[in-house]
């Protein structure tokens, strides 16, 4: 079953730019890994923290973006809303960040916590997001 784009923004709580801006970083991310992972190609011996830059850069972009609608909507008076928003993106940010930063510590071998423990953000995530389904239906 393929979710229609209306059901995902509703669902996921991004607008349209972004998750553009999420599979912009993402096919960057892809690329770079598949040159750091062949072997005895110019990114071999760059660090994981180079590969996964493109998804913190566009971490960031999104914050500034979220941060920005959220003006938007204090000024336009629509504070209840803007602030459940503000709150939703910045709490769906931090813990693919945390995430992020997680697997990139663990694969540089500077982290010795269990996969599992680096995944916890991420099962998180996916609980706030079945509990936003079941509300919107």
């Known amino acids: 079953m393929i979710f229609s784009l209306n059901e995902l923004v509703h669902w996921l709580g991004l607008t349209i730019f972004e998750i553009w801006i999420n599979l912009v970083s993402l096919t960057i991310f892809t690329i770079l890994l598949a040159l ?3 072997d005895g190609y110019f990114m071999a011996s760059s660090g994981w923290w180079l590969v996964f830059s493109p998804l913190f850069v566009a971490d960031g972009l999104n914050t500034y973006f979220c941060a920005i609608i959220f003006i938007r909507m204090h000024m336009e008076g629509m504070i209840k809303v803007g602030i459940l928003r503000a709150l939703w993106s910045f709490i769906s940010v931090l813990l693919v960040f945390v995430f ?3 697997l990139c510590k ?3 071998g500077q982290s ?3 996969y599992s423990e680096v995944l916890s953000p991420v099962f ?3 609980q706030l997001i079945a509990i936003r389904a079941c509300q919107l239906h």
């Open 112 to 114: 010795t916590l269990e």
């Open 36 to 38: 750091k992972l062949d």
């Open 100 to 102: 992020k930063y997680l």
């Open 124 to 126: 998180i995530l996916l």
């Open 106 to 108: 663990k694969l540089s």
